[in-house]
């Protein structure tokens, strides 16, 4: 007999995780799979910020924010099994033009509930003893946090399974069931699964797993690079990063674009970013990239100079044109619905994600507005020809 679940979750990364778990949590029968292990995708290749600062006023940031709630609120007794740390953010800027834009962004994001000082040199060094003295201005973002991201991952899916959830990894779904339009289950490399409800958390694969129901997301790889030092006494307290890495968030540009980003982890070792590509699943190690991820670093923190880099990663941002993520059901192929597209923050809104999701799979009213985000968005002619 083949098993059988209320809801089969494609992917164990953040989002699946974070869906296992709150779905177990209501009571649903859960199944993961996997193809690979837990957080072998873009989960085991992030920074693990919890990031309220670079988000514009919008929907994102809303979700930021209600993430950051869950994350504080009935999440918070698990908080240190995932590392789980309240530094806060600091951007800076070394121009006058960086300040004045500095100024505009936080205006705006103060009205729309974020907690935000803004700083002047002295004061930046405050926060900061170590940065460079050419940096002019900076805000102190009070709300932005940290957790370890493959430790989060696992946890929740342990918190999972506690609940009965099953979690098979090694094990690649390759077709989607379907009776009719409805969605009934999933293929899988191990034979069938037959489920009520499937949802998509394949991150930046989530493309190749909504074709498998017949349906498109336009949900492509953003590469990234991280460099990691060796371990050293705490001497960066918070996120630090260059007022310009916000505009790169949004860029839309395939080709490449840096910007300094710098913190330290529990560990000691202090984590170097940020780059951003498409450039498919290309997975060279592009020494160039490093380089520019260095040097960038330098222009925050100058005493870096002298610090040893132990290694590097690089990991694919699910990435969506409209830089939102994919929440919600897919009226396309009824019974799939999509937890992906979360681009570089889907640590952050992980668990926000994967509350309103459940919310809506059980038919409750959601905590926000959903609409932003609807898989169907982008809807192709080829999708509208299909379902006509
Ligand atoms: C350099 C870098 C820095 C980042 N920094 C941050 C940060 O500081 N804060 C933050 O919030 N986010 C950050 N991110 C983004 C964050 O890592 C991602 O948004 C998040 O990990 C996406 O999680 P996911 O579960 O959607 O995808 P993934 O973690 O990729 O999980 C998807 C899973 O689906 C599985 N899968 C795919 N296809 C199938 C199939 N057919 N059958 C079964 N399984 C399948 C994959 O093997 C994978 O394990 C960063 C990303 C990068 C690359």
Redesign the pocket.
């Known amino acids: 007999m083949s098993p059988t679940a209320d809801v089969v979750v494609?992917?164990?990364?953040?989002?699946?995780a974070a869906c296992a778990y709150f779905a177990a949590r209501r009571g649903l029968r859960v199944h993961v799979?996997?193809?690979?292990q837990v957080?072998?995708?873009?989960?085991s290749?992030?920074?693990?910020?919890?990031?309220v600062s670079d988000k514009e006023a919008g929907p994102e940031l809303g979700l930021a924010l209600y993430s950051r709630d869950v994350f504080r609120g009935e999440l918070a007794e698990f908080g240190p099994s995932w590392e789980f740390e309240a530094k806060g953010g600091l951007v800076v800027v070394a121009t006058e033009a960086g300040a004045e834009e500095l100024a505009g962004l936080t205006t705006r994001q103060r009205a729309s509930g974020i907690e935000v000082s803004n700083l002047d040199s002295r004061q930046l060094r405050d926060y900061e003893p170590h940065l460079s003295p050419a940096l002019r201005a900076g805000a102190f973002y009070r709300q932005d946090a940290q957790v370890q991201?493959m430790l989060m991952t696992a946890q929740l899916l342990r918190l999972a399974r506690d609940l009965c959830a099953v979690v098979q990894t090694n094990?690649?779904?390759?077709g989607v069931l379907r009776t009719g339009d409805q969605v009934t289950g999933v293929q899988t490399s191990a034979g069938p699964i037959s489920a009520g409800a499937v949802i998509n958390?394949?991150?930046?694969?989530a493309g190749?797993?909504a074709e498998l129901a017949g349906v498109s997301l336009p949900i492509l790889p953003r590469?990234?690079?991280?460099l990691v030092t060796e371990p050293l006494p705490l001497t960066i307290q918070h996120k630090v990063y260059a007022g310009e890495y916000v505009a790169n968030v949004l860029s839309s540009d395939e080709g490449l674009q840096t910007s300094p980003v710098v913190e330290s982890t529990a560990s000691g070792t202090v984590l170097i970013?940020?780059s951003r590509e498409r450039v498919g699943f290309d997975r060279t190690v592009s020494l160039p990239v490093l380089a520019q991820l260095a040097a960038n670093a330098l222009t925050l923190f100058p005493m870096l100079a002298s610090v040893k880099v132990m290694r590097s990663y690089?990991?694919?941002?699910?990435y969506c044109p409209d830089h939102l993520p994919v929440i919600g059901h897919d009226p396309r192929a009824p019974g799939l619905w999509h937890?992906?597209g979360?681009?570089?923050?889907?640590?952050?809104?992980?668990v926000g994600t994967a509350k309103l999701i459940t919310q809506a799979l059980t038919g409750e009213p959601t905590d926000l507005d959903l609409f932003p985000f609807r898989p169907d968005r982008f809807a192709t002619r080829h999708d509208q020809r299909r379902s006509a």
């Open positions: 494609v992917g164990a990364g953040a989002l699946g799979v996997e193809r690979g957080a072998s995708g873009t989960s290749a992030g920074e693990g910020n919890l990031l991201p094990t690649a779904v390759t958390a394949a991150g930046p694969w190749a797993v590469r990234g690079f991280v970013g940020s690089l990991g694919f941002r699910p937890a992906s979360h681009e570089g923050a889907g640590i952050g809104l992980s």
